[in-house]
Structure formats: structure tokens, C-alpha cells
């Protein structure tokens, strides 16, 4: 198993498109983390499934954003009508269990112009 | 509600030295997890060291040891015998029961020749 896998690595997108990103989590981890980290600052939560089920969304989780898990595989977030203030970089995260540790993907660097 | 301050945005070493990282907690629960995670310049978060709060006894991991203060609610990471490959970002983290991974702000660590 190679790790976390997230695609694309970088995206540069004009205001107002849509972008899709993925996350490949290592195979049979259960639980399944986005988090958002912009420049010089600590991830911050955006959303986590277990299995298939999202169980938690962040209130920074605007309508604009979705997020999903199907068949508790891979995961898509989704991001509508971007806006510059979404520029940051979105990380992944897998675990086997809760509390344990949890693996990081490189992310996904976000560029709105 | 949950909440991490790493209140040492920056700090260095030389090399060989002997450092501490600060990190302090907020929290209800009685059960749950800390984590120190490093980030070098590559951005791809790795985990440094666990702790459980059951445990009274800190975490040590080669280099890299915790001093765990319950009642305090502090967590702080020392690095012993830095290397020049210890310099990235440096986040503490908290995850307890069915909830997100909480980080802080981050420390940005060099280590100097």
C-alpha cells in the first residue's frame, strides 16, 4: 500500500468554476478526514466519514462545499462556485480506528484566480 | 468544545541541541488522545508521537520524548539531539471518542548548523 493518495496536487481555477478533488485513503481504514490548512496555520476540520457515513461536517463547511465516501472506498470534496478565500491547501486523512494515528495525504493545493 | 494552543510560532536549535515544543489543552473529556505531528517543507504531515491520557507514563519515541501534564492540560514535545532533518512545522493535536482531530496553530522549528 502506497499511502494516502490525493489527486490533482495542485489546481489553479477561475472564480466561480467548480473543482472536484479525490482522496484514496489506505485500503480497510474506516475513517476518512478532510481538513482545510492555509498558509502558516494548523489543518482545520472540514468533514470525516466512517465507512460511508459522513458523521461530522464543520460549520467552515459552507453549502458550496460537499463531501462524499461511496462504498466507504475513496472520497470526493467538492467545492461549487469557488471563491478566492477558498485558496488553501486540502489535506486527507485515513484511520483504521478511532483515536489512532491518522495518515496524511500530500494534499491539494488550491489556487483560485 | 475542544481546543489546542501551540503559543511558540517560531523557534530554533542548534544543531545537536536539545528543544521544547509547548502545547496546551482544552478539554471536558476524560478519555482521549494527544499527537505531535510534524510537517516538513514537502507539507506532508507525519506523526512524531502519541499519547493516551490514561497513560501517567510519557511517550518516548527515540529522540523525541512528551511531558504529559493531565491536570494541567499540557503537552509539550522535547526534541533531543536535533538534526538538521528535524526543521518543519510542528502541530500538536487532540482526538477524542467520535469527533475530529483538533490541531494547533503549529511551531515552525529550524535547526541550525
Known amino acids: 500500500d502506497t499511502g494516502v493518495s490525493q489527486n490533482p496536487r495542485h489546481k489553479i481555477t477561475k472564480r466561480g468554476q467548480n473543482v472536484t478533488f479525490r482522496c484514496d485513503p489506505i485500503s480497510e481504514h474506516n475513517r476518512l478526514y478532510w481538513y482545510r490548512q492555509t498558509l502558516g496555520q494548523g489543518p482545520e476540520f472540514l468533514t470525516y466519514f466512517q465507512n460511508e457515513a459522513q458523521l461530522e461536517k464543520s460549520r467552515l463547511l459552507s453549502d458550496r462545499f460537499s463531501a462524499e465516501r461511496p462504498k466507504g472506498s475513496f472520497s470526493t470534496l467538492e467545492i461549487q462556485r469557488t471563491e478566492q478565500g477558498d485558496s488553501a491547501m486540502y489535506l486527507c486523512?485515513?484511520?483504521?480506528?478511532?483515536?489512532?494515528?491518522?495518515?496524511f495525504g500530500q494534499g491539494t493545493r488550491l489556487t483560485v484566480v | 468544545a475542544q481546543t489546542v494552543t501551540q503559543s511558540q510560532p517560531e523557534m530554533s536549535v542548534q544543531e545537536a541541541e536539545t528543544v521544547t515544543l509547548s502545547c496546551t489543552y482544552d478539554?471536558?473529556?476524560?478519555?482521549?488522545?494527544l499527537f505531535w505531528y510534524k510537517q516538513p517543507p514537502s507539507r506532508q504531515m507525519i506523526l512524531v508521537i502519541r499519547?493516551?491520557?490514561?497513560?501517567?507514563q510519557n511517550a518516548t519515541e527515540n529522540r523525541f520524548s512528551v511531558n504529559f501534564q493531565k491536570a494541567a492540560k499540557s503537552f509539550s514535545l522535547k526534541i533531543s539531539d536535533s538534526q538538521l532533518g528535524d526543521t518543519a512545522m510542528y502541530f500538536c493535536a487532540l482526538h477524542y471518542n467520535n469527533n475530529d482531530m483538533r490541531f494547533g496553530a503549529g511551531t515552525r522549528l529550524t535547526v541550525k548548523p
Open positions: 499519547q493516551e491520557a490514561y497513560k501517567q
Open positions: 478539554t471536558s473529556e476524560n478519555n482521549y488522545y
Open positions: 486523512a485515513s484511520s483504521l480506528l478511532q483515536n489512532t494515528e491518522a495518515f
